[in-house]
């Protein structure tokens, strides 16, 4: 299990600084606000977890931060 945990961990790092040091600072902050998002939305459907309101309103609130964001860019 430390095995995976180390292997796993080091290697996502490895690539996110990887492709974070080839992208904009907004774009690597989009993704950045993204991952809870999608950590919430994979939970639920491959271990079954609830989804609740709260994860509801809370991936509202940041998609909706993200498209305002996107808005003012412009």
Known sequence: MLYFGAIFTVLAYVFWFQGVSRVSGSTAGVFTAVMPVSAVVLSCFFLKEPFTLHHALGGAMILSAIFM?????K
Not at 69 to 73: H, I, K, L, P, V
């Open 69 to 73: 964001m996107a808005g003012t860019a």
